[in-house]
């Protein structure tokens, strides 16, 4: 009678398994396609210099949008939580993973990421 149930564990486990292949397929034909399109705008010719002239302003808000690209990562806002310094190192290391996970999220360069781990960092 074990034998049967364990069975039917590994049924499920497997029929479980098979679900998660499908859905891993899945997504990753998503990220493939999302991948093509995100390359395909990329390579888009910029517009003709007979566009630019027809559209000044559409030009000089490219041009700002541009420059603010070159600036870096030196003009965005990064909200992390502040860790209150309770003696607890799992809390300690949730908050550190938490924050890891919004530097990546938000491409942090590394030279931020101190300055602002200590503007939210409390005793």
Known sequence: ???????????????????????????AKQVAQLTKLKMSMVNTPEESEDDEEV???????NTTRE????????????????F???????????????????FDFKDVPAEKKVKIVALKFRK
Do not use: C
């Open 1 to 27: 009678m074990l034998n049967t149930s364990n069975n039917l564990s590994n049924e499920e486990l497997l029929a479980s398994n098979a679900a998660l292949k499908a859905q891993v397929e899945y997504l």
């Open 84 to 102: 209150e310094g309770k003696n607890d190192p799992d809390d300690f290391l949730e908050w550190l993973e938490t924050v890891e996970r919004v």
């Open 55 to 61: 559209h000044p302003e559409a030009n000089s808000s």
């Open 67 to 82: 420059e603010s690209h070159e600036r870096g990562a030196t003009d965005f806002k990064v909200d992390i939580p502040t």
